[in-house]
């Protein structure tokens, strides 16, 4: 890559622009400074506050952890969709290993992006020639860790299409909390799925749940209250804050028109019939209704495994097959459809004619 003048094509694969509307990673592009950096170079040694973000764009960094802890990191790995300060523990530095071409955003700027239109200016710095590179990723004492970026890596969110990223942010109702307020109280009825945006939480579960009483802490970007809210049944935990912060909060109608389409994808009737014409064990339809509801009507040719043993029998279950979900159970097929595709799995919500023409 040269160090002529990037394309937006050429940064899209990159983590935060998926989560700028389309109009305007433009603006991001041309606020962001493109860094030449030689061979033995020390990008950064990263502490707790840094206000920026480095991508990786040509050639090899080392991640250096410890004297023995260090691992290489070559231009074009997954991982280098990632900024580089995500990538290393506070302490730890990225060296060049080879003569590298990066692109660094100011996180200020991408934050307000997503909100609002701004405009820059675009640049390019040679390292040797502007060595204020290191003590700039130093400062800032009020950065704060993204909390998109937990989120983006969360099962629910890691198959969400950059529009429905963007329709999440904008439907996003932010909530400040103090410390000790009840967010979810266990047995109330499901009315908002959640993000822990900032602060502390802790979640302590149903002795008859599938945690069994487990207590758990949650940490920013960490989301909760989606399988009550899809299912339509009264929560099974209760949530507090640890500390102040913030919550984001969606109704089960915004929930839906953000993650269906990543969730709970429809099979209709032309689609199953095309999936279930394949070799025998390459799709298989599920009921995930209780036995006694099904005596007399289910095919021999179903998997029956009710609701409440859908997360138990995971482990039986085979990440090749695909699992056509009868939506005979009503939310409950919509929960396990969720559960599966969280998980990994293939799994559609397969409707009749009739339930299509109704939808």
Same mark, same amino acid.
């Given at each position: 890559?040269?160090?002529?003048?990037?394309?937006?094509?050429?940064?899209?694969?990159?983590?935060?622009?998926?989560?700028?509307?389309?109009?305007?990673?433009?603006?991001?592009?041309?606020?962001?400074?493109?860094?030449?950096?030689?061979?033995?170079?020390?990008?950064?040694?990263?502490?707790?506050?840094?206000?920026?973000?480095?991508?990786?764009?040509?050639?090899?960094?080392?991640?250096?952890?410890?004297?023995?802890?260090?691992?290489?990191?070559?231009?074009?790995?997954?991982?280098?969709?990632?900024?580089?300060?995500?990538?290393?523990?506070?302490?730890?530095?990225?060296?060049?290993?080879?003569?590298?071409?990066?692109?660094?955003?100011?996180?200020?700027?991408?934050?307000?992006?997503?909100?609002?239109?701004?405009?820059?200016?675009?640049?390019?710095?040679?390292?040797?020639?502007?060595?204020?590179?290191?003590?700039?990723?130093?400062?800032?004492?009020?950065?704060?860790?993204?909390?998109?970026?937990?989120?983006?890596?969360?099962?629910?969110?890691?198959?969400?299409?950059?529009?429905?990223?963007?329709?999440?942010?904008?439907?996003?109702?932010?909530?400040?909390?103090?410390?000790?307020?009840?967010?979810?109280?266990?047995?109330?009825?499901?009315?908002?799925?959640?993000?822990?945006?900032?602060?502390?939480?802790?979640?302590?579960?149903?002795?008859?749940?599938?945690?069994?009483?487990? $207590? #758990?802490? %949650? *940490?920013?970007?960490?989301?909760?209250?989606?399988?009550? +809210?899809?299912?339509?049944? @009264? !929560?099974?935990?209760?949530?507090?804050?640890?500390?102040?912060?913030?919550?984001?909060?969606?109704?089960?109608?915004?929930?839906?028109?953000?993650?269906?389409?990543?969730?709970?994808?429809?099979?209709?009737?032309?689609?199953?019939?095309?999936?279930?014409?394949?070799?025998?064990?390459?799709?298989?339809?599920?009921?995930?209704?209780?036995?006694?509801?099904?005596?007399?009507?289910?095919?021999?040719?179903?998997?029956?495994?009710?609701?409440?043993?859908?997360?138990?029998?995971?482990?039986?279950?085979?990440?090749? $097959? #695909?699992? %056509? *979900?009868?939506?005979?159970?009503?939310?409950?097929?919509? +929960?396990?459809?969720?559960? @599966? !595709?969280?998980?990994?799995?293939?799994?559609?919500?397969?409707?009749?004619?009739?339930?299509?023409?109704?939808?």
């Amino acid at each position: 890559m040269s160090t002529a003048t990037l394309t937006l094509q050429e940064i899209q694969h990159l983590q935060p622009l998926q989560l700028i509307p389309s109009d305007r990673q433009q603006k991001a592009l041309n606020m962001a400074e493109q860094i030449r950096v030689k061979a033995g170079s020390t990008i950064f040694k990263k502490r707790d506050t840094i206000s920026t973000s480095c991508f990786l764009l040509q050639g090899t960094v080392e991640l250096r952890h410890s004297f023995s802890d260090r691992h290489p990191l070559e231009s074009g790995n997954e991982q280098a969709n990632m900024p580089l300060e995500q990538l290393v523990n506070a302490g730890s530095s990225v060296r060049a290993i080879t003569d590298c071409v990066l692109i660094r955003f100011n996180n200020e700027h991408l934050d307000e992006l997503q909100v609002t239109a701004m405009s820059g200016s675009y640049g390019v710095v040679n390292l040797d020639e502007a060595g204020s590179y290191l003590g700039e990723t130093m400062i800032d004492d009020d950065f704060q860790e993204d909390w998109t970026l937990q989120l983006l890596e969360s099962p629910l969110a890691r198959r969400l299409k950059p529009d429905s990223l963007r329709n999440l942010m904008s439907l996003l109702d932010r909530i400040e909390v103090k410390k000790h307020d009840v967010i979810i109280q266990q047995g109330s009825r499901a009315d908002y799925f959640y993000i822990l945006i900032n602060g502390e939480a802790e979640l302590t579960t149903d002795l008859n749940g599938p945690f069994k009483g487990k $207590t #758990i802490e %949650l *940490v920013e970007g960490q989301h909760f209250g989606e399988e009550a +809210l899809v299912a339509d049944t @009264l !929560r099974n935990g209760t949530i507090h804050m640890l500390s102040n912060g913030i919550v984001g909060r969606l109704t089960r109608e915004q929930f839906m028109d953000v993650f269906t389409a990543s969730l709970m994808p429809v099979a209709a009737p032309a689609f199953s019939t095309e999936l279930l014409s394949q070799k025998q064990g390459q799709c298989t339809q599920l009921d995930i209704r209780f036995k006694q509801e099904i005596l007399g009507e289910q095919d021999q040719h179903f998997l029956n495994i009710p609701i409440s043993r859908l997360r138990s029998s995971l482990s039986q279950l085979d990440k090749n $097959t #695909i699992y %056509l *979900v009868t939506a005979d159970g009503g939310c409950r097929s919509e +929960l396990a459809t969720c559960i @599966l !595709r969280q998980h990994g799995f293939s799994a559609y919500l397969q409707v009749t004619a009739e339930e299509q023409r109704t939808a």
